[in-house]
């Protein structure tokens, strides 16, 4: 079994819509990510999670909000979708050196 | 400016050809240095750290100039499996990715 998952895989959705991305990870590390990927862009951090009760805005904030529900679970919600928020979603984790970060499989949104 | 930049190819190589990447990065205050490969479609996944001194993996030899805030990648002996794209990666207080260059091998 993967040790990051991430679900949906797929979603496609309308403006204006509230959405919501859950990652979980069985690797019991402290440390998670929220990253978008656009092409000719490469990753960038939308928000970080040292442990559960300390969450971190990261590049490109605006627009989203996370929740970490437990160690293992950091979801990402689009409060209001909008279509330049199409974009492959990448969740992370790492631990507490955060030397290594180990991706989930992506969720593919598209916003219409 | 981008933080972290790479050209981003595509780099089109024979295999068994010889193939280096390059990265500069822009906050001199990076601490830790990374190539991360990435298939089609797919998580990026970490190919190796790349220390002061250089270090190599294989085939593979990342080098590290921090005067000139520059990385580099070698690949040697190229495999159709090296095909992908590889993104920089540095890190200050969080991981800043470069766009990625992307690599094809061809028989």
């Known amino acids: 079994d993967a040790d990051v998952t991430q679900t949906p895989r797929n979603r496609i959705t309308k403006t204006g819509k509230r959405i919501m991305l859950e990652c979980s990870q069985t690797k019991g590390h402290d440390r998670m990510y929220w990253y978008r990927q656009d092409p000719g862009l490469g990753l960038r951090l939308i928000y970080y999670?040292?442990?559960?009760?300390?969450?971190n805005k990261g590049e490109i904030s605006d627009g989203y909000s996370v929740s970490r529900q437990a160690q293992a679970k950091f979801s990402l919600s689009l409060e209001s979708a909008i279509p330049n928020q199409t974009a492959l979603y990448f969740c992370a984790t790492s631990d507490r050196a955060g030397e290594t970060q180990y991706f989930g499989p992506g969720t593919r949104l598209l916003v219409l | 400016r981008k933080e972290v930049e790479q050209d981003p190819g595509p780099f089109n190589v024979p295999e068994g050809a010889t193939v280096a990447f390059n990265c500069t990065y822009s906050n001199s205050a990076s601490q830790s240095f990374f190539w991360y490969r990435q298939d089609c479609r797919k998580e990026p996944k970490l190919l190796m750290s790349?220390?002061?001194s250089g270090n190599e993996d294989g085939r593979f030899t990342a080098q590290l100039n921090r005067a000139s805030q520059y990385i580099s990648l070698l690949i040697r002996d190229s495999k159709l499996s090296d095909s992908a794209t590889y993104l920089c990666v540095v890190r200050h207080n969080d991981m800043r990715f470069g766009a990625g260059t992307r690599l094809t091998v061809k028989p």
């Open positions: 999670s040292f442990d559960v009760k300390d969450i």
């Open positions: 790349v220390y002061s």
